[in-house]
Nanobody, 120 residues
Framework: QVQLVESGGGLVQPGGSLRLSCVASVSGFSFSIIVMGWYRQAPGKQRELVASTGSTNYADSVKGRFTISRDNAKNTVYLQMSSLKPEDTAVYYC???????????????WGQGTQVTVSS
């Protein structure tokens, strides 16, 4: 069983900061977390990549403002968001590509999402 749980969302004023966290809980099989990342979806828009570990990719719109980091010992990924803008308002989703080390099959899992609202 795999569960991703995000936290840290909320309401912040433009120019402010927030840190999102996502913990992956895995039970029932031996695993390896290959990549973790963050996506977001604003109302009426498609879900888009924000940042990903591995090759550490960022969306152009967040480069220089957001930083992704990962704590492998805690199966946790963070997204430090600074200089937030109203257009950053969205539901932020964590994802993880997790490999079952017995079968060598990899699946992508998603969290339930956390709302980030940037408004004065």
């Amino acid at each position: 069983q795999v569960q991703l749980v995000e936290s840290g969302g909320g309401l912040v004023q433009p120019g402010g900061s927030l840190r999102l966290s996502c913990v992956a809980s895995v039970s029932g099989f031996s695993f390896s977390i290959i990549v973790m990342g963050w996506y977001r979806q604003a109302p009426g828009k498609q879900r888009e990549l924000v940042a990903s570990t591995g090759s550490t990719n960022y969306a152009d719109s967040v480069k220089g403002r957001f930083t992704i980091s990962r704590d492998n010992a805690k199966n946790t990924v963070y997204l430090q968001m600074s200089s937030l803008k109203p257009e950053d308002t969205a539901v932020y989703y964590c994802n993880a590509d997790i490999q079952n080390t017995a079968t060598m099959r990899t699946f992508r899992y998603w969290g339930q999402g956390t709302q980030v609202t940037v408004s004065s």
